[in-house]
């Protein structure tokens, strides 16, 4: 994976984001997935490191995979071809969509299908006539999952809300007369391999909240942004940044650079003050609701 310029350990970043049933959801999880021939994996297509759960590749490694690059639309258009193509080029069916506005949604379920011919294929040489492939789909928190699974069945069987944790159980979907999909909760894993995956997470809303320091967490975005989508940044605030890397690096500037998006923005308390909660809030929200443009903060090898 490309490193961005900003590479860098977040020393003070603090999260608590492994709530006690996702260590239940695991195991029912590990448990269920005996019966399963195909596991339909959802991804962040701005995040597909970070928004991969690196539990579940031991736990899947036989059966069929599919990898959907969701959020394709707030991510960078060429950035996503590419991981489309990796994922391809390491033996895994791959495919990028954007469930809200369903685009790629047809893609897919051809995909699904395709592969289900290869499964029902295997099983009538065994005599399983009329067998019924069981997919399981699978993602962390707010990653589109609900969206996914709604726009695949074609009526509005899973909740839907923008904020992680809203399935809390697992269930049946039928989305083709041989082909039953099974819902699961999203599940994060219990340490994650290092603290800019966290920041990524949480820069896309998959940690809750209450799991993070907002003020910090909006700071580290501004820094990633500004060394490397400057002009996206000052398109958006209408600010003029700096064009010195020393400069930008520096924590003192980007904290500078957001008291001035702060006053631009209304982002002030009594006396003048900036206000760090919403002007941290806005931009992260800005940054959910791709104001900022098509951004892709990983990309392959």
Same mark, same amino acid.
């Given at each position: 994976?490309?490193?961005?310029?900003?590479?860098?350990?977040?020393?003070?970043?603090?999260?608590?984001?492994?709530?006690?049933?996702? #260590?239940?959801?695991?195991?029912?999880?590990?448990?269920?997935?005996? &019966?399963?021939?195909?596991?339909?994996?959802?991804?962040?297509?701005?995040?597909?490191?970070?928004?991969?759960?690196?539990?579940?590749?031991?736990?899947?490694?036989?059966?069929?995979?599919?990898?959907?690059?969701?959020?394709?639309?707030? #991510?960078?258009?060429?950035?996503?071809?590419?991981?489309?193509?990796?994922?391809?080029?390491?033996?895994?069916?791959?495919?990028?969509?954007?469930?809200?506005?369903?685009? =790629?949604?047809?893609?897919?379920?051809?995909?699904?299908?395709?592969?289900?011919?290869?499964?029902?294929?295997?099983?009538?040489?065994?005599?399983?006539?009329?067998?019924?492939?069981?997919?399981?789909?699978? =993602?962390?928190?707010?990653? =589109?999952?609900?969206?996914?699974?709604?726009?695949?069945?074609?009526?509005?069987?899973?909740?839907?809300?923008?904020?992680?944790?809203?399935?809390?159980?697992?269930?049946?979907?039928?989305?083709?007369?041989?082909?039953?999909?099974?819902?699961?909760?999203?599940? &994060?894993?219990?340490?994650?391999?290092?603290?800019?995956? #966290?920041?990524?997470?949480?820069?896309?809303?998959?940690?809750?909240?209450?799991?993070? @320091?907002?003020?910090?967490?909006?700071?580290?975005?501004?820094?990633?942004?500004?060394?490397?989508?400057?002009?996206?940044?000052?398109?958006?605030?209408?600010?003029?940044?700096?064009?010195?890397?020393?400069?930008?690096? @520096?924590?003192?500037?980007?904290?500078?650079?957001? @008291?001035?998006? #702060?006053?631009?923005?209304?982002?002030?308390?009594?006396?003048?003050?900036?206000?760090?909660?919403?002007?941290?809030?806005?931009? &992260?929200? @800005?940054?959910?609701?791709?104001?900022?443009?098509?951004?892709?903060?990983?990309?392959?090898?």
């Amino acid at each position: 994976m490309e490193e961005n310029n900003t590479e860098k350990k977040f020393r003070s970043a603090s999260f608590s984001w492994y709530p006690g049933h996702m #260590a239940k959801t695991k195991r029912h999880m590990i448990e269920d997935l005996k &019966l399963i021939d195909l596991v339909v994996e959802i991804l962040d297509a701005r995040i597909p490191v970070a928004s991969r759960n690196p539990d579940l590749a031991h736990y899947v490694k036989n059966k069929r995979q599919i990898i959907v690059l969701n959020k394709s639309d707030l #991510a960078d258009e060429n950035s996503t071809n590419d991981w489309v193509k990796y994922f391809r080029n390491n033996g895994i069916n791959a495919i990028a969509i954007e469930a809200n506005s369903k685009k =790629g949604i047809n893609q897919l379920l051809k995909l699904i299908n395709l592969v289900n011919t290869d499964i029902q294929k295997k099983y009538k040489q065994k005599g399983r006539i009329g067998y019924v492939t069981k997919a399981m789909i699978f =993602g962390i928190p707010n990653v =589109g999952k609900s969206t996914v699974i709604n726009s695949l069945s074609g009526k509005k069987t899973a909740k839907v809300e923008n904020r992680p944790g809203v399935t809390k159980q697992k269930q049946w979907i039928r989305i083709a007369d041989n082909i039953q999909l099974m819902d699961t909760p999203g599940m &994060l894993w219990p340490k994650f391999e290092n603290e800019k995956i #966290a920041m990524n997470l949480a820069f896309t809303n998959s940690i809750g909240q209450n799991a993070m @320091d907002t003020e910090e967490v909006a700071f580290y975005l501004l820094k990633l942004l500004v060394n490397n989508y400057k002009s996206n940044v000052e398109s958006r605030y209408n600010i003029v940044i700096a064009d010195d890397s020393n400069l930008l690096n @520096d924590n003192f500037y980007i904290v500078e650079l957001r @008291d001035n998006i #702060a006053k631009n923005n209304g982002c002030i308390v009594s006396g003048g003050n900036i206000d760090e909660t919403k002007v941290s809030n806005m931009i &992260l929200n @800005d940054f959910q609701l791709g104001k900022f443009g098509r951004i892709t903060l990983e990309k392959p090898e």
